[in-house]
């Protein structure tokens, strides 16, 4: 006899199939029955998987400016994963928070993680910041470890100092202000002397 099965997630999280079947006869001797019982365990191959999706909100500040980096991974293997870290090692990164998360995945399960950044002039090269994140986790049952990286770009620029019409009346004021001043202490010093 044969029968069918689908290996589920749960399955393939546990690592193994234990299946136990008793077969049920009647023996010649009324009321005595007769039965067998035999169990098979098959062990489930898992895939362990993960994915990473980082972004970075906005894309483009000037410098002085603060964006917001998102992380998003994903389990996308066949078996649960634990002690996923996500790290980033941005210079000047706040710390990387995912709240509420216990650091295990189930089979298709996601987290979102956060961490804010202010863009430094320094940090930019040719204008813009490229760094690399990486999440890595451990498959339950196994000592296999799987990671995942993605990498996004920050514009970054340099805000010029621009001339406005107050401050340009500002200045002709002043100066202005310096030739009165200058025309009356001449004034003065020329009546002081023809007295």
């Known amino acids: ?11 393939a ?11 049920v006869g009647s023996s010649a001797l009324p009321g005595v029955p007769v039965t067998r019982t035999a169990t098979v365990s098959v062990v489930v191959a898992q895939v362990p998987s993960i994915t990473l999706d980082k972004t970075v909100s906005p894309a483009s500040v000037s410098t002085g400016g603060t964006v917001t980096y998102t992380f998003v991974a994903t389990n996308a293997g066949t078996g649960e994963l634990t002690n996923v870290v996500i790290d980033d090692p941005l210079p000047g990164l706040s710390a990387v928070t995912c709240p509420g998360f216990d650091g295990s995945l189930a089979p298709g399960e996601s987290v979102t993680c956060t961490a804010t950044y202010v863009a430094t002039a320094a940090a930019a090269t040719g204008g813009q910041i490229s760094n690399t994140a990486t999440v890595s986790g451990s498959a339950v049952g196994t000592t296999t470890a799987v ?35 200058g025309c009356l202490l001449l004034w003065a010093s020329r009546r002081k002397v023809s007295a």
Request: hydrophobic share 45%.
């Open 13 to 23: 999280s546990r690592g193994t199939i234990v299946n136990a079947d008793t077969v």
């Open 1 to 11: 006899c044969t029968a069918p099965y689908v290996v589920t997630e749960a399955d």
């Open 147 to 181: 990671q995942s990286s993605d990498t996004v770009l920050l514009t970054v620029t340099t805000p010029s100092l621009a001339t406005t019409g107050s401050s340009s009346a500002l200045l002709a004021q002043l100066a202005a202000g310096v030739l009165a001043a």
